[in-house]
């Protein structure tokens, strides 16, 4: 198992994902984010929600906003649907996945 350089408990079990960043070659760069996991119906895909706050300067004022990401997840993390987890960017695995589940918040 590999450090990846970041504070983030690592898993228990081992995996043959080559996307894992744990187990395989994917290197972590860029933005970290913790958002709440959605869906995980799509084989080793998840659906991770952004809810953030917008400021309207026409009215000042804030108004809430959400964005979906689509990001990849290693069979050797156990994360479940409404989950809070830390997803971070890495270079594009597919046209809309370019970010990586890293592992569950505590």
Same mark, same amino acid.
């Given at each position: 198992?590999?450090? =990846?350089? $970041?504070?983030?408990?690592?898993? !228990? !079990?081992?995996?043959?994902? @080559?996307h894992c960043p744990f @187990? *395989?070659?994917?290197? &972590? %760069? *860029?933005? $970290? &984010?913790?958002?709440?996991l959605i869906k995980t119906?799509? %084989? +080793? !895909?998840? /659906?991770?929600? &952004?809810?953030?706050? @917008?400021?309207?300067?026409?009215?000042? +004022?804030?108004?809430?906003? +959400?964005? #979906?990401? &689509?990001? @990849? =997840?290693?069979p050797c993390l156990n /994360?479940?649907? #409404?989950?809070?987890? !830390? =997803? *971070?960017?890495?270079?594009? $695995?597919?046209?809309?996945?370019?970010?990586?589940? $890293? *592992? +569950?918040?505590?």
């Amino acid at each position: 198992m590999k450090n =990846i350089g $970041l504070n983030i408990e690592q898993p !228990t !079990t081992d995996c043959d994902d @080559h996307h894992c960043p744990f @187990h *395989g070659q994917i290197s &972590i %760069r *860029g933005k $970290l &984010i913790q958002a709440k996991l959605i869906k995980t119906k799509a %084989r +080793r !895909t998840a /659906v991770v929600r &952004i809810e953030f706050f @917008h400021y309207v300067k026409k009215y000042m +004022r804030y108004e809430k906003r +959400r964005r #979906n990401i &689509i990001a @990849h =997840i290693s069979p050797c993390l156990n /994360v479940n649907d #409404n989950d809070s987890v !830390t =997803i *971070g960017e890495c270079r594009p $695995l597919s046209k809309n996945v370019s970010f990586v589940v $890293l *592992g +569950r918040v505590n």
